[in-house]
């Protein structure tokens, strides 16, 4: 099982950034798909989510408005497209991927960097 992320980077407050995560060795279009957060000296947290399926979708309240989680399971990749970032948007973000409450998957994580 393998998470890659990448699309991490420096940009200014304003700015946007897109993330990808690309997945292989499980059945990517049966996992529920997130994206979470860990800033320095902070606990991680979650980001957005979308689920397998119908992709049902939530945000952090932080995010709703500005970031845009989506998936393609033809690509076994799920995005997060990111703008009007804020210097408090800085952290290391990381791809998770769980099914059933059982299997439970997480990628090496990708530093975003918001900073004048």
């Known amino acids: 099982v393998q998470l890659v992320e990448s699309g991490g980077g420096l940009v200014q407050p304003g700015g946007s950034l897109r993330l990808s995560c690309a997945a292989s060795g499980f059945t990517f279009s049966s996992y529920g798909m997130s994206w979470y957060r860990q800033a320095p000296g902070k606990e991680r947290e979650l980001v957005a989510g979308i689920s397998s399926g119908v992709g049902r979708i939530n945000y952090a309240e932080s995010v709703k408005g500005r970031f845009t989680i989506s998936r393609d399971n033809a690509k076994n990749t799920v995005y997060l497209q990111m703008n009007s970032l804020k210097p408090e948007d800085t952290a290391v973000y990381y791809c998770?991927?769980?099914?059933?409450?059982?299997?439970?998957?997480w990628g090496q994580g990708t530093q975003v960097t918001v900073s004048s």
């Open positions: 998770n991927a769980k099914f059933m409450l059982r299997y439970d998957y």
